[in-house]
Protein backbone atom coordinates (compact mmCIF):
# COMPACT_ATOMS: atom_id res chain seq x y z
CA UNK A 1 0.00 0.00 0.00
CA UNK A 2 1.62 3.40 -0.72
CA UNK A 3 1.95 6.49 1.18
CA UNK A 4 -1.23 8.48 -0.32
CA UNK A 5 -3.48 5.24 0.07
CA UNK A 6 -2.53 4.72 3.78
CA UNK A 7 -2.96 8.44 4.38
CA UNK A 8 -6.11 8.52 2.41
CA UNK A 9 -7.04 5.59 5.15
CA UNK A 10 -6.41 7.03 8.26
CA UNK A 11 -8.88 7.86 10.78
CA UNK A 12 -8.61 11.56 12.40
CA UNK A 13 -10.53 13.60 14.75
CA UNK A 14 -12.11 16.49 13.60
CA UNK A 15 -13.97 19.57 15.15
CA UNK A 16 -16.92 21.10 13.76
CA UNK A 17 -17.06 24.46 16.24
CA UNK A 18 -20.28 25.26 15.32
CA UNK A 19 -22.20 22.52 16.92
CA UNK A 20 -20.23 22.87 19.88
CA UNK A 21 -22.38 23.88 22.77
CA UNK A 22 -20.12 23.47 25.41
CA UNK A 23 -21.25 20.78 27.25
CA UNK A 24 -17.66 19.03 27.90
CA UNK A 25 -19.49 15.66 27.73
CA UNK A 26 -16.28 14.75 25.56
CA UNK A 27 -13.89 15.63 28.48
CA UNK A 28 -15.59 13.92 30.75
CA UNK A 29 -15.31 10.95 28.69
CA UNK A 30 -11.76 11.33 27.83
CA UNK A 31 -11.13 11.33 31.72
CA UNK A 32 -12.68 8.50 32.42
CA UNK A 33 -11.50 6.28 29.79
CA UNK A 34 -7.62 7.37 30.44
CA UNK A 35 -8.10 8.02 33.95
CA UNK A 36 -10.71 6.38 35.50
CA UNK A 37 -11.41 10.06 36.81
CA UNK A 38 -14.44 12.65 36.18
CA UNK A 39 -12.81 15.52 36.02
CA UNK A 40 -12.95 17.48 32.60
CA UNK A 41 -9.53 19.06 33.89
CA UNK A 42 -7.63 15.47 33.25
CA UNK A 43 -8.77 15.36 29.58
CA UNK A 44 -6.36 15.01 26.69
CA UNK A 45 -8.38 17.34 24.65
CA UNK A 46 -9.71 20.97 25.50
CA UNK A 47 -13.31 23.33 24.88
CA UNK A 48 -12.24 26.93 24.94
CA UNK A 49 -14.48 29.45 25.58
CA UNK A 50 -13.88 32.30 23.06
CA UNK A 51 -15.20 35.08 24.62
CA UNK A 52 -15.12 37.48 22.28
CA UNK A 53 -17.10 35.65 19.60
CA UNK A 54 -19.15 33.76 22.65
CA UNK A 55 -18.32 30.35 21.62
CA UNK A 56 -16.96 27.49 22.49
CA UNK A 57 -14.36 25.31 20.21
CA UNK A 58 -12.78 21.83 20.86
CA UNK A 59 -9.36 21.69 20.25
CA UNK A 60 -8.02 17.90 19.42
CA UNK A 61 -4.63 16.77 18.51
CA UNK A 62 -4.41 16.47 15.18
CA UNK A 63 -2.13 13.26 14.61
CA UNK A 64 -0.11 15.46 12.09
CA UNK A 65 1.29 13.66 9.13
CA UNK A 66 4.78 15.37 10.23
CA UNK A 67 4.22 15.57 13.56
CA UNK A 68 6.36 18.61 15.35
CA UNK A 69 6.43 17.11 18.55
CA UNK A 70 7.88 13.40 16.99
CA UNK A 71 10.26 14.76 15.57
CA UNK A 72 11.38 17.50 18.04
CA UNK A 73 10.98 14.22 21.66
CA UNK A 74 15.00 14.06 22.10
CA UNK A 75 14.46 10.02 23.73
CA UNK A 76 12.08 8.72 21.12
CA UNK A 77 9.32 8.49 23.67
CA UNK A 78 6.91 9.54 20.20
CA UNK A 79 6.08 7.50 18.16
CA UNK A 80 3.09 6.61 14.88
CA UNK A 81 0.43 3.91 15.73
CA UNK A 82 0.83 1.64 12.99
CA UNK A 83 -2.89 0.64 13.66
CA UNK A 84 -4.81 4.02 14.03
CA UNK A 85 -2.58 6.42 12.38
CA UNK A 86 -2.21 7.98 16.03
CA UNK A 87 1.05 9.87 17.29
CA UNK A 88 1.51 8.07 20.75
CA UNK A 89 3.82 8.88 23.77
CA UNK A 90 5.06 6.11 25.76
CA UNK A 91 5.42 7.14 29.00
CA UNK A 92 8.27 4.40 29.98
CA UNK A 93 10.49 6.61 28.04
CA UNK A 94 9.57 10.23 28.00
CA UNK A 95 11.71 12.19 30.50
CA UNK A 96 9.14 15.31 30.87
CA UNK A 97 11.94 17.52 28.83
CA UNK A 98 8.77 19.33 27.44
CA UNK A 99 10.01 19.77 23.83
CA UNK A 100 6.78 18.32 22.53
CA UNK A 101 4.68 20.64 23.73
CA UNK A 102 6.51 23.61 22.59
CA UNK A 103 6.87 22.07 19.07
CA UNK A 104 2.98 21.34 18.74
CA UNK A 105 1.49 24.08 16.97
CA UNK A 106 -1.95 23.15 18.24
CA UNK A 107 -0.93 23.71 22.07
CA UNK A 108 -2.64 20.33 22.84
CA UNK A 109 -0.09 18.56 24.26
CA UNK A 110 -0.40 18.56 28.30
CA UNK A 111 1.74 17.54 31.38
CA UNK A 112 -0.32 15.06 33.54
CA UNK A 113 0.85 16.96 36.87
CA UNK A 114 0.76 13.27 38.66
CA UNK A 115 3.60 11.77 36.83
CA UNK A 116 5.59 15.22 35.56
CA UNK A 117 5.37 13.78 32.05
CA UNK A 118 3.93 14.97 28.86
CA UNK A 119 0.33 13.17 27.68
CA UNK A 120 -1.94 13.81 24.77
CA UNK A 121 -4.83 12.12 22.69
CA UNK A 122 -3.82 8.63 21.67
CA UNK A 123 -6.95 8.35 19.94
CA UNK A 124 -7.83 5.48 22.75
CA UNK A 125 -6.76 3.11 20.39
CA UNK A 126 -8.83 3.67 17.44
CA UNK A 127 -12.32 4.22 19.43
CA UNK A 128 -12.18 8.13 20.81
CA UNK A 129 -14.71 8.76 23.73
CA UNK A 130 -14.95 11.90 22.92
CA UNK A 131 -16.39 11.56 19.16
CA UNK A 132 -18.96 8.66 20.60
CA UNK A 133 -19.88 10.62 23.30
CA UNK A 134 -20.74 14.17 21.73
CA UNK A 135 -24.44 14.59 21.64
CA UNK A 136 -23.79 17.80 18.86
CA UNK A 137 -21.61 15.50 16.44
CA UNK A 138 -18.80 18.78 17.22
CA UNK A 139 -15.85 16.46 18.06
CA UNK A 140 -16.15 13.36 15.13
CA UNK A 141 -14.11 10.49 14.06
CA UNK A 142 -13.75 9.71 10.57
CA UNK A 143 -11.17 8.81 7.75
CA UNK A 144 -8.99 11.61 7.00
CA UNK A 145 -10.12 12.33 3.16
CA UNK A 146 -13.74 12.15 4.18
CA UNK A 147 -13.53 14.51 7.15
CA UNK A 148 -13.29 18.27 5.74
CA UNK A 149 -16.59 17.17 3.07
CA UNK A 150 -18.68 16.42 6.20
CA UNK A 151 -17.24 19.86 6.96
CA UNK A 152 -17.97 21.63 4.10
CA UNK A 153 -21.67 19.72 4.29
CA UNK A 154 -22.32 20.71 7.81
CA UNK A 155 -20.91 24.91 6.53
CA UNK A 156 -23.55 24.49 3.77
CA UNK A 157 -26.18 23.49 5.49
CA UNK A 158 -26.22 25.96 8.35
CA UNK A 159 -26.29 28.80 5.20
CA UNK A 160 -28.88 27.03 4.00
CA UNK A 161 -31.28 26.93 6.82
CA UNK A 162 -30.01 30.42 7.80
CA UNK A 163 -31.40 32.15 4.91
CA UNK A 164 -34.76 33.87 5.28
Sequence with gaps: MSEDEIKEKRM??????????????????????????????????????????????????????????????PVGAISRNKDTGA???NQDICIGCRACVEACPFSIIIVDPKTNKVTKCDLCGGNPRCA???????????RQDVGPRILMRNRLEKKVLEKP
Excluded: Q, S
Excluded at 41 to 49: D, E, Q, S, V
Excluded at 134 to 141: D, E, I, M, S
Design 12 to 73: MLFTDERKCTGCRTCELACAFYHYKEKNPARALLRIIKLENKLRDVPVVCRHCGKAPCLEAC
Design 87 to 89: VVI
Design 132 to 142: MVCPTGAVFFT
